[in-house]
């Protein structure tokens, strides 16, 4: 890795270097955190988990050809070089800062409540028709994750694309400073991490501190449907480029958008066609992820395109690449079923979009859903408003799990008991009532679950990450 010498690293970090001093001038060949990652001229991060302390390990990784290692503490006998830290976390920060400031690879970085990672595969699945692009994998988006994606980097990759995701106030700041992205993306302001965000004020306050460490010379996108984003008119002197959705919600800025999606065509579970309007010419993109939501990503993914130079037929063909992540509405079919499977992360934003997407299915629509975490004091309402929109497109039988998901059961059911129309969709009156169920945890929903479902099902599965239902979904496909 260019400039990563033990002894840059060392500096970095404010660590203390523990070796034979020619060992200063190694470059390292990759940074791990974990041991099983290691292989020849890679440095080790230890970290100490719940259950795992990292620093267990570091006699192993120097059998695997590790040439240094970090350490929270002095080494005894050492089969290698170490460098002496207080922080192994902090450090990796420090280090992936460093080795950003060497590179002049452009990178893009995504913030939003929701579509993040759909957003993240789209642009780089346009970019990718003419560069070599990098992106974050899996759920590499913290202060974990981000600085592990920026050290992937190498001399071949032309493009990064890297997802940035918070909880907390302070945190996009930290994963700013060390990302420094070229292009900011922002998605929307949804109510997530309400614990500790308070509103959506807040929301929009923290993901806004990604604009902390772009440069003069940078470019920030935003979704101009979202009424938050369209309150930013300028950062750090840069007027924000915007994309719009003409999809029946409010035009909020009331102005020219650099690319603009209308003559929207669902063609269900098979994907979605629009036109995009460039500034210059117009063109029509078929997109094969369901879901009006996602024309919203195609838009981002033709502005960062553009931006970064691309032909409108390059980026057309991009965008018809994309492809679904598991857990991120990814569609399985499995013995004569269509599952659904978004069950990676939720908030009542996403759980909209997902049940949206349920809602094209043919057959019978089955929703098995769970616990919204981190929504703060109005947790219990915002699962009860999420129920009774599951009710108001007509799905047909409601299943879910979770203590907070007894409201989201209660408002499904009060919905259906009183026949009334969705406050936010009149085109849903008249639906027929559908069936709630309610269990006590998972693996009650799961087995009533298995029992009830036939061929020629949709179902869909979605709940935050610590109701671990992609269990649900392996055992769907293995039934």
């Known amino acids: 890795m260019k400039q990563m010498s033990l002894k840059n690293i060392a500096e970095a970090c404010g660590g203390r270097y523990f070796g034979d001093a020619y060992e200063l001038a190694r470059e390292v060949a990759g940074v791990v955190t974990d041991s099983r990652q290691v292989e020849e001229g890679f ?78 595969e789209m642009i780089a699945a346009v970019l990718g028709q003419r560069y070599n692009v990098l992106k974050t994998e899996g759920n590499f988006n913290n202060e974990i994750g981000l600085p592990l994606t920026l050290l992937r980097i190498r001399p071949e990759h032309e493009v990064a694309v890297v997802e940035m995701g918070i909880s907390d106030f302070g945190e996009m700041h930290r994963l700013a400073k060390m990302a420094r992205p070229d292009i900011c993306v922002m998605t929307n302001i949804g109510e997530c991490h309400l614990e500790n965000l308070i509103d959506r004020d807040g929301v929009l306050a923290a993901k806004s501190e990604i604009f902390d460490y772009l440069d003069k010379d940078g470019v920030i996108i935003l979704n101009g449907n979202d009424d938050k984003l369209s309150s930013i008119e300028e950062e750090n002197g840069i007027i924000p480029i915007r994309y719009f959705v003409e999809d029946g919600t409010a035009n909020h800025m009331n102005e020219e958008y650099f690319v603009k999606a209308d003559s929207i065509v669902n063609h269900g579970l098979l994907g979605m066609e629009a036109t995009l309007h460039f500034p210059d010419e117009d063109c029509t993109v078929t997109e094969p992820i369901p879901g009006a939501h996602n024309i919203y990503n195609a838009c981002a993914a033709a502005c960062v395109g553009d931006v970064l130079g691309l032909t409108h037929r390059e980026i057309c063909a991009g965008i018809a690449s994309a492809k679904t992540l598991a857990g991120r509405a990814n569609l399985i079919v499995s013995d004569g079923m269509i599952v659904i499977d978004d069950c990676y992360n939720a908030n009542p934003v996403s759980m909209r979009a997902s049940l949206d997407v349920l809602a094209l299915a043919g057959g019978r629509k089955i929703a098995v859903l769970g616990d919204m975490g981190e929504l703060g004091e109005n947790e219990r309402e915002l699962h009860r408003q999420v129920g009774e929109y599951a009710a108001a497109k007509g799905i047909d039988l409601i299943l879910c799990a979770g203590e907070l998901s007894e409201e989201l059961a209660k408002g499904a059911g009060e919905f259906c008991e009183s026949g009334k129309e969705a406050a936010d969709d009149q085109s849903h009156s008249g639906i027929k009532p559908c069936e709630i169920r309610h269990f006590a945890d998972r693996d009650e929903l799961l087995a009533d679950l298995l029992k009830t479902t036939k061929k020629g099902d949709t179902v869909l599965v979605k709940a935050s990450h610590f109701m671990d239902f992609p269990k649900i979904v392996a055992a769907l496909r293995n039934r």
Request: include cysteine; aromatic fraction near 8%; proline fraction near 6%.
């Open 43 to 120: 440095l080790y991060i230890p970290m100490r988990g719940e259950r795992v302390d990292g620093h267990s390990f570091i006699p192993e990784v120097f059998g695997k050809g590790a040439l240094a290692t970090l350490s929270e503490e002095e080494l005894t006998d050492p089969a290698g070089p170490y460098i002496l830290v207080e922080s192994c976390p902090q450090a990796l920060k420090d280090i992936a800062e460093f080795y950003r400031s060497t590179l002049e690879i452009k990178i893009v970085g995504i913030a939003g409540s929701v579509g993040k990672t759909s957003t993240k």
